[in-house]
């Protein structure tokens, strides 16, 4: 079955306390990205990535990394997490980049607390 | 820069009422259009979409049109069903950059 997996699913975490939720999509495609939902801003895009190897900045880049060392795995690093970073987060994936009307899939998110 | 406006939910229909959810945008160039929806605790999915001015997308009922005339992408789908509760999600990936920009999203709640 096609699918795009987080994990955890949910994580309850404190301040500084270095983080990774991991992604995984099994279509190989080509493109990923991590994005965020708050409440009464929509999803917010963090970081893509084009291909292996090929990141970069979305809208909201500041206190995430990201890496993509093989084609199907895009994890989200918080190296300190803080408040404000408590969100849902998606990872997407598609088979291309996004230009020409090619459409996302996305993964069940990661609901992050942290205290 | 890009940009997604959606109306303001929530918005709450008998069922069998007709939907109409609002989007307008506002994009450099060309954009793809989308409606993406989450139901639930669950991931968003794609429900339509349009990559050309006068297209319409439609999907399970739902449809939409490229206006850009009007810059809009409006939802819409003659007779709702309580499966139809979900937030719907108006977004856009302008042409030759990777990113793709959404709107706040739209809660649909239906009721028997």
């Known amino acids: 079955e096609a699918q795009v997996t987080q994990n955890p699913r949910y994580l309850i975490t404190v301040t500084g306390k270095k983080l990774t939720v991991t992604c995984s999509q099994n279509?190989?495609?080509?493109?990923m990205s991590w994005y965020r939902q708050d409440p009464g801003l929509g999803l917010r895009q963090i970081y893509y990535s084009m291909n292996v190897e090929v990141t970069d900045k979305g809208d909201v880049p500041e206190g995430y990394k990201v890496s993509r060392k093989e084609k199907r795995n895009f994890p989200l690093i918080l190296e300190s997490p803080s408040p404000n970073q408590t969100s849902l987060y998606f990872c997407?994936?598609?088979?291309?980049?996004?230009?020409?009307?090619?459409?996302?899939?996305f993964g069940p998110g990661t609901r992050l607390t942290v205290t | 820069g890009d940009s997604v406006t959606q109306m303001e939910g929530p918005v709450t229909l008998s069922e069998e009422a007709f939907l109409t959810i609002n989007c307008t945008y506002t994009?450099?160039?060309?954009?793809?259009l989308f409606w993406y929806v989450q139901y639930p605790g669950e991931g968003l999915q794609l429900l339509l979409k349009?990559?050309?001015?006068?297209d319409k997308g439609s999907n399970k009922g739902f449809e939409a049109t490229y206006r850009k005339e009007t810059t809009s992408f409006h939802l819409e789908k003659g007779s709702v069903q309580v499966s139809d509760s979900a937030v719907y999600f108006c977004?856009?990936?302008?042409?030759?950059?990777?990113?793709?920009?959404f709107g706040t999203g739209t809660k649909l709640q239906v009721i028997p």
């Open positions: 994009a450099t160039g060309y954009p793809s």
């Open positions: 997407a994936s598609s088979l291309t980049g996004t230009s020409g009307g090619i459409s996302q899939y």
């Open positions: 349009a990559t050309k001015a006068d």
């Open positions: 279509m190989n495609h080509e493109y």
């Open positions: 977004a856009l990936s302008s042409g030759g950059y990777q990113k793709v920009t």
